[in-house]
């Protein structure tokens, strides 16, 4: 009865600590011939020997002088102070360990050297991309630049032939009129002949035989006094444009324009294309003084501004259903050098929405505040071209 008890106990015991075989780490070797008992003790019965110098796995050695262990198939309890340290498994184990943390640790540095290298990769790429197309805006201005100095230079060289052909012609009126005046002088008797020489265009006119010409009245014409005055809201599209604009609602950015007290205007955003001819302006927005305005939702790619400054806007009447629009007084006219990146950018972190802000004022003499060199004023005709 005892040994059926002891047996149902070691079941038992062995089914409780089987579990806990892959968490320990204790490879053993017999120092001796171990008697393989059901129980803690010397009066448990023995149910196998494990030779001198076998191996076996300890389960635990809670048991005071006995600790329980697995051989074989089976498992049992033998003498503690019987079992040594299996110095090679435990080197082997150790080096294996180690081995497996160099492991985690190499591809961990893989890994990151990988993630540094894309990276990398992405911002070289984006900066040959920006290289790229600042070195096609260059060539694009170089040559429009050329094609304007071209014109400059044909409409100087127009301007002189026709101030010669003028000076030509009034040279030709005074010799006529010198010519007439000799004519008169040798017609008469009574006074002697004095040739007359002048190189002015009123030598040689007769005083005497002149009509004296009726008084003039000259007035100042006001181009725009026809044009009706309109008052927008900050935000709104001048109906003159006749233009609406493109939105993005997926992106939540914005071009935050904050405008002073000296002048109110109009900032056209324009997205950049190919080439200058692709470019395609996409909002319109009009903004009084001392006010702050969000241009939201925009379209992803690159844009630059260009800016209508002053102070009373006026509209034309319609011709053919077109109208023109524009400030009438202290007007000023810009095209923005700023490059304006709204490409969204995948990060570790998420996606980078990018948003800007511009602060637009004139001073109070009418001028720019940014006077510098490569600052492009435009006229209002270019403006209204974009």
Known sequence: ????????????????????????????????KLELRTG???????????PQGTQV??????????????????????????????????????????????????????????????????????????????????????EADAAAAEAAAAAAKQNQTAAERRRLAELAETQKAVEAANRRTLGSTETAYTPIESKTASGGSNAGTRTAAAPTKVTRENKYSSWEKKTYKSGATPKSFNFKGKFEYKLDNYLKVEVGQNTEVVVKLVKMGKTAKDDETIRIVYINSNQTQFIRNIPEGEYYCVIAYGKEWK??????????????????????????????????????????????????????????EDQDNIDAGSFNSF
């Open 315 to 372: 509209e034309s009447p319609s011709k053919n259903g077109k109208k023109q629009g524009t400030f009438t007084k202290n007007a000023l006219y810009e095209k923005g050098q700023d490059i304006l990146d709204f490409n969204t950018i995948k990060t570790d972190e998420g996606i980078n929405v990018p948003s800007y802000s511009l602060s637009l004022d004139l001073q109070a003499n009418g001028t720019l505040y940014n006077d510098v």
């Open 1 to 32: 009865m005892k040994s059926i008890f002891t047996f149902i106990l070691l079941l038992v015991m062995t089914s409780s600590t089987f579990a806990q075989i892959k968490s320990l780490d204790r490879y053993l070797m017999s120092t001796a």
């Open 57 to 142: 796995y300890v389960i635990s050695s809670g048991y005071g002088d006995w600790s329980t262990v697995q051989y074989k198939n089976g498992n049992g309890f033998v003498l503690t102070k019987l079992l040594a340290e299996d110095s090679s498994i435990a080197e082997a184990e150790r080096a294996a360990k180690a081995a497996e943390a160099r492991r985690n640790a190499a591809r961990l540095a893989a890994e990151e050297a990988i993630r540094k290298a894309e990276q990398a990769k992405i911002a070289a790429a984006e900066a040959a991309r920006k290289a790229i197309a600042e070195a096609e805006r260059l060539t694009r201005q170089a």
């Open 40 to 50: 803690p003790g010397a009066n448990f019965d023995i149910i196998g020997e494990i």
